[in-house]
Nanobody, 125 residues
Framework: QVQLVESGGGSVQAGGSLRLSCAAS????????MAWFRQVPGKEREGVAL???????KYYPDSVKGRFTASHDNAHNLYLQMDSLKPEDTAMYYC???????????????????WGQGTQVTVSS
């Protein structure tokens, strides 16, 4: 079992920056993928940064590319640097991880086994 705890959310004006952190408990199994998702009430959870931990691959959707940067450390703590924030970035942000290997594809939303409780990000115009 892996526990994930997010922190760093808050309120910021448009154009500002926030850095989210996700502390991961020790895992007996290898964490192959970690990710940041966000969700607005009434909408589907959206991946904003996907990371393949071993290979160093990262994926960002166009909506955040060039503004968000995800990273991790050797302890599998995950970070999300968010710059040039926009009101449409307002959402609950979740950290996710999986110990399953999916070869040459990214895990789907439901294939992430472990989730944090979320941290709220609010961007005002």
């Amino acid at each position: 079992q892996v526990q994930l705890v997010e922190s760093g959310g808050g309120s910021v004006q448009a154009g500002g920056s926030l850095r989210l952190s996700c502390a991961a408990s020790r895992s007996e199994k290898t964490l192959y993928y970690m990710a940041w998702f966000r969700q607005v009430p009434g909408k589907e959870r959206e991946g904003v940064a996907l990371l393949a931990i071993g290979g160093g691959y990262k994926y960002y959707p166009d909506s955040v590319k060039g503004r968000f940067t995800a990273s991790h450390d050797n302890a599998h703590n995950l970070y999300l640097q968010m710059d040039s924030l926009k009101p449409e970035d307002t959402a609950m942000y979740y950290c996710a991880a999986t110990t399953s290997w999916y070869g040459g594809r990214w895990p789907t939303l439901t294939e992430y086994q472990y989730w944090g409780q979320g941290t709220q990000v609010t961007v005002s115009s």
